[in-house]
Nanobody
Framework: EVQLQASGGGLVQPGGSLRPSCAAS????????IGWFRQAPGKEREGVSF??????FYASSVKDRFTISRDNTKNTVYLQMNSLKPEDTAVYYC???????????????????WGQGTQVTVSS
């Protein structure tokens, strides 16, 4: 059974850091792209970052602050989030994409399996 388990969110002050993780089971990370999305109350789901075959992509709002990485030995994808801002507050989800055009990595309909989400709150 394919499963994605997101964890590692929490409450952090502005300027702080968090590193959510996405543990995958039932498939090998090497064979799929993994994306991180976030959704704040009253807003649409937004693609944050994506990794596949050594390529990495970032939303302009998080570029230079967030770093996506993958540990194939643990079948886990990480999202290192630095210099966090209140506007980064959202539920963060990871998702699996069997294949997609890289230019469309932020389109949610390309992702077939989603984790349950982890809450990230940036507040003083």
């Amino acid at each position: 059974e394919v499963q994605l388990q997101a964890s590692g969110g929490g409450l952090v002050q502005p300027g702080g850091s968090l590193r959510p993780s996405c543990a995958a089971s039932g498939f090998a990370l090497d064979d799929y792209g993994i994306g991180w999305f976030r959704q704040a109350p009253g807003k649409e789901r937004e693609g944050v970052s994506f990794i596949n075959v050594g390529r990495k992509f970032y939303a302009s709002s998080v570029k230079d602050r967030f770093t996506i990485s993958r540990d194939n030995t643990k079948n886990t994808v990480y999202l290192q989030m630095n210099s966090l801002k209140p506007e980064d507050t959202a539920v963060y989800y990871c998702a699996r994409a069997p294949r997609l055009p890289f230019s469309l990595w932020q389109a949610p309909h390309y992702y077939t399996n989603w984790g349950q989400g982890t809450q990230v709150t940036v507040s003083s």
